[in-house]
């Protein structure tokens, strides 16, 4: 009856986000009076199995071979779902990353198991799993029940609290990888890092724009391919940026300004984007499609920046200004840097 919580690494450190997950599943383990067991493969595993122990593990099963480094469905999918089918765990929890859903699909898929995808709540009553999680673009709710053997279940990010970190330790146990690796299939020549940027999903605070960025007043230079497209990536370079740099923040996008070249693809937010869900959420120059709405309706602090004071943003937001973001952003940032000592 042990609940199992994968900690995603990278290069031998834990994905920040992960703690969630095992906070969730510490929880989850209390209601049934039972431990949870972090499961953590791949390089500098046993270093992370003591920080596990420290956010709440009470168990973790380790296994830094070297064909877990870097990440690949086929060896973590077999050995994981080696360990349910050993140990029976009531739940197996991962944040809902990319590698997290894939993981958790095909393990759930090689042990029959159940899922329960992208939740933000989860408790226990009497035996059975209870999950809610966003249906419809997030326009609603819809509570999920799972009982019987394991259920899989992916959280979204910044959903759950991150769990104070404390002294405690976890017992260790040093697990066998299940694939050779000649039997991977799968394999990596090389990893390229896009940028130092603040990762989206992880973001306390995050900093949008939209079409609107097209409406930057400098004037585009002559060699420009494209005067619309110059003048939204300065906009992008030179105000979103600036701001995202005095608060800490990443840079996001609506997929309008994706699909017109503003910005690339990893900054999009929405249905076909990230879905993230920042303490505080900067919507400038978007008009709030409910695709876009998908990707951040669970903010929860919103922000809009829009000169239509008609724009669906303004229906989610906290906080509202019809201003030209040209005009109100950089007058933001120069008030910001004054208060902030930057």
Known sequence: MSIFAWI???EGKASPTSWE???AAKSLATSLNTDV??????QGATDIASEAGAYGADNALVCDDTTLEPYRLEPYAALLSQLV?????KAVVAVASTSGRELLASSAADTNSGMIGDVTELSIDGDDLIAVRPAYAGKVTSTVKASGATTFVTLRGRAFPT????TGTATVTQVSPVLAADDITTQIESLESESESVSLTDAAIVISAGRGMANNPNAAPADAADATVWKAQDGFANVIQPLADTLGAAVGA??????AGYIPYEHQIGQTGKVVNPDLYIAAGISGAIQHQAGMRGSKVIVAVNKDAEAPIFKLARYGVVEDLYDFLPALTAELKKRLGK
Do not use: M, Q, Y
Request: hydrophobic share 35%; no cysteine; glycine share 12%.
């Open 37 to 42: 067991t972090a499961v953590i493969l791949g």
């Open 85 to 89: 089918s050993e140990h029976n765990p």
């Open 254 to 259: 609506s997929r309008a300004a994706v699909d």
């Open 21 to 23: 997950a095992l906070g």
């Open 163 to 166: 769990p104070e970190k404390g």
């Open 8 to 10: 995603e690494t990278f």
